[in-house]
């Protein structure tokens, strides 16, 4: 049979392990013999031809039943001639046909393959075969000297069932690539969580000296730097995987862009360079699209402008459509010498943030979904790249010359980038220039939205402790790592509120049912019964209780457990349950009420399907390890409607505006103060400003000595009132007329 032997194939099989015919016959042998063997075997593809113990040819079945039928004007039919008479006399006839003159000839007409061959190689080799001879077998030729034949289709059958063994093999590495990307994310990120988390803790410190609050803050920013790099390599291996997914929301693309300005500005500006960001007319202020994704696109694209362009400029353009519609305008012209000349002081007329700029944008709406291009253009009169060193721009861990000799990232920022802009619909392209520059392109689809759409969050100051008049809040954290539940509990303890902990699911169960915690931080792997297990037997027994209709089982007597979305006790316990609405409460398929302990996974994975699992498993949320303390503050608000107190308020803000006690002028007595820092606490101060995190400008600020006192009450009132320009403005100063 055709497919003999087949299912026992490997990845690694040639054409050794095919199922051949050794059909053989001499030159005398009659073609009565050779038709009966044909008419026996019909899976035979022909028949070996020897004389003297020699190979010298091959006929095929359909040249020898060709060859059969053929009519002969004035003589007799082919089946009279060739049946009766040797074979010889039809190999003949086809060598003569066919020009063939001997042994060497025949090879050359015939594809002759060794049974080592690879079957992908032999199929190849076998494609580019005239059409006359598509279907005709192949000759093998054995290490032994033995002749055999390869039926076309068994190749063609062999080869799909190979594809079938690679998808296979693929699928199954994908799936140990998955386990291994997810316990690699479990055992980066899991110590980065209390490396992080610890700094977080120690900030809160008082006591600690103006040093150790340096040393503190350089591991926050070695840590978090080591999980940038965690992070990219996580990412390229998702992408690999096929396991990056977009996150598509509605944005303001204007204040993207402008938060996006703050946070590089500095870095140009200090290397002296211009650095100007342009958003032409057309372009929707308002759109739907990943902006985590287009985010991490121009970072990568503009953080390497800044770090390879020594002088001159770095210029975003953003246009709506692609390249082939700017037009010749004034507006769509690229490299507009002009525009270099304008310097900073034209940047805020060429970056159109103000809506009343683009009149036609207020009519902006969704009801056409169709995708839009937007264009984005990141120039750059940097050293350019070298022709040679193009092709390794989007490789995984390619860099350039110029990029080994800075010693800085991990060479796969821009394969990460290329593959994202695909991901959105997109196509990224470079061009460039040695000694002049070099400019990045790439579209981006995306969908219009309102303005309705767009979320916006209430700027607050740091958070220092509960707000007075509330419950009490009981927390529960499990996990089986000491480290990981310590700076939990004691983060949690600062803030007021009550907390207990729990090595492992069993354990938190047991704690649970006489605890009656309000919200649960479970880890989701751990020994003895991880958090999934845990979360589900939780659950279950919740909808238990609620099922008896005993409100005071659900809610163990505790009026704050009944109800916390808004984060007050309720007096009158005799209310209807009705009344009580669980917080985040939603409804499962037969429609049952969730239950009211809200309970937060604790995942190091960087897979979203695991977040899938965690909400499948009865979870109400999800923090990724590690993060920041102000994440997991917005989520315990979130849920249980808690009220913090805040060392900075808008609202101060605002008094002060008012009364005019906002300094916004810098005092040039302050230089010499800025000037006695350290050097490394000025480039942390720096940082702080240009991402506009001002409670980290407040701990910096803890750090001055008391003989600096007034440059101390300065930055206090700037990171108050969130004037980080100011800061810029006053650093840059001191370190140009240092």
């Known amino acids: 049979m055709l497919v003999q032997k087949l299912d026992r194939l490997t990845l690694d099989s040639s054409l050794a392990d095919l199922p051949c015919h050794d059909f053989q016959v001499s030159l005398t042998t009659l073609g009565k013999f050779v038709a009966k063997e044909f008419q026996q075997q019909l899976e035979l593809p022909g028949v070996l031809i020897s004389a003297d ?62 049974v080592t061959c690879s079957i992908d190689k032999a199929v190849e080799l076998a494609l580019q075969r005239p059409d006359s001879m598509a279907y005709e077998p192949i000759i093998l030729k054995g290490l032994n000297g033995q002749w055999r034949l390869l039926d076309m289709r068994v190749l063609v059958l062999a080869q ?44 809160h410190d008082s006591s600690l000296s103006t040093e150790q609050q340096q040393y503190l803050s350089i591991i926050n920013l070695s840590g978090k730097h080591l999980l940038e790099l965690i992070n990219d390599i996580l990412q390229m291996s998702k992408i690999e995987a096929g396991r990056s997914t977009l996150k598509n929301k509605s944005f303001d693309l204007y ?55 020594e002088e001159g400029s770095i210029i975003l353009r953003v246009r709506l459509g692609s390249k082939g519609e700017w037009g010749d305008g004034e507006m769509g012209r690229r490299g507009d010498t002009e525009t270099r000349r304008r310097g900073d002081a034209e940047t805020k007329k060429q970056f159109p943030i103000p809506n009343s700029q683009f009149p036609n944008n207020k009519q902006q709406t969704t009801n056409n979904q169709q995708p839009t291009t937007i264009h984005f253009e990141v120039e ?53 220039t040695p000694n002049q520059g070099t400019t990045f392109t790439f579209d981006i689809q995306v969908t219009l939205a309102e303005a309705t759409e767009i979320e916006t969050s209430q700027q607050t100051g740091k958070i220092i402790s509960l707000a007075p008049n509330q419950p009490e809040y009981r927390i529960l954290v499990v996990d089986d790592r000491p480290d990981s539940r310590l700076f939990l509990l004691e983060l949690l303890k600062f803030i007021g509120f009550s907390v207990r902990e729990a090595e492992n ?30 979360t589900e037997q939780i659950k279950a027994k919740e909808r238990e209780m609620q099922g008896c209709g005993d409100a005071g089982t659900w809610g163990r007597g505790d009026a704050g457990m009944r109800r916390w979305g808004d984060g007050k006790d309720k007096e009158d316990k005799d209310i209807p349950n009705s009344q009580f609405p669980i917080p985040n409460s939603q409804t499962t398929n037969n429609q049952q009420q969730t239950t009211n302990t809200i309970i937060i996974a604790l995942t190091a ?26 994440v997991l503050w917005e989520k315990i608000a979130q849920h249980l409607g808690v009220r913090y107190l805040y060392q ?67 930055l206090s009132n700037w990171a108050d009132n969130f004037l980080f320009d100011q800061v810029i403005e006053f650093i840059q100063r001191v370190q140009i007329t240092a």
């Open 505 to 534: 699911g069993q354990e938190a169960i047991e704690i649970w049912s006489s605890y009656s915690p309000h919200l649960i931080l479970m880890d989701m792997r751990m020994p003895v019964m991880n958090g999934y297990q845990a």
């Open 255 to 309: 204040s993207f862009l402008e938060n996006l300005k703050q946070m590089l500005q500095f870095k140009a500006v200090t290397k002296g360079l211009k650095f100007i960001f342009e958003c032409y007319p057309g372009v929707p202020q308002y759109i739907q699209a990943d902006e985590g994704k287009l985010r991490e696109i121009l970072i990568n694209l503009l953080g390497n402008a800044i770090k390879f362009t």
């Open 160 to 203: 799909s069932q190979l594809f079938a063994l690679a998808k296979t093999a693929a699928d199954a590495a994908n799936r140990a690539k998955s386990q291994f990307l997810a316990n690699m994310s479990h055992e980066l990120r899991t110590p980065l969580n209390a490396i992080l988390g610890f700094t977080q803790v120690m900030v």
């Open 380 to 432: 750059d009169t940097g050293p350019g790249i070298a022709p040679e060193e193009m092709d390794k721009l989007f490789t995984a861990f390619g860099q350039t010359e110029t990029g080994r000799k800075l010693n800085q990232g991990t060479g796969l920022g821009l394969a990460i980038s290329q593959t994202i802009v695909q991901l959105m619909g997109g196509k990224i392209t470079v061009s460039s």
């Open 648 to 714: 900075d308020s808008v609202a101060k803000k605002k008094d002060q505006e008012i009364s005019g006690e906002v300094m916004t002028t810098i005092d040039p007595s302050l230089d010499s103060h800025l000037s006695s820092m350290p050097r490394e606490w000025r480039e942390n101060l720096n940082q702080a400003a240009i991402k506009c995190l001002d409670h980290e400008i407040i701990q910096l600020v803890e750090q001055i000595p008391e003989i600096h006192s007034p440059l101390a009450n300065t």
């Open 53 to 114: 113990s020699q190979f010298i040819g091959m006929i095929s079945r359909n040249q020898f039943f060709e060859w059969l039928t053929r009519p002969y004007e004035g003589g007799p039919h082919g089946l009279e001639i060739y049946l009766r008479e040797p074979i010889q006399a039809m190999w003949s006839a086809i060598a003569d046909f066919e020009g063939i003159i001997d042994h060497k000839s025949f090879l050359k007409k015939y594809l002759v393959l060794s």
């Open 605 to 630: 994975s960087v897979f979203e399907e695991e977040q899938t699992a965690v909400l499948s498993a009865g979870c109400d949320d999800f923090l990724s390890k590690p993060f920041p303390e102000q």
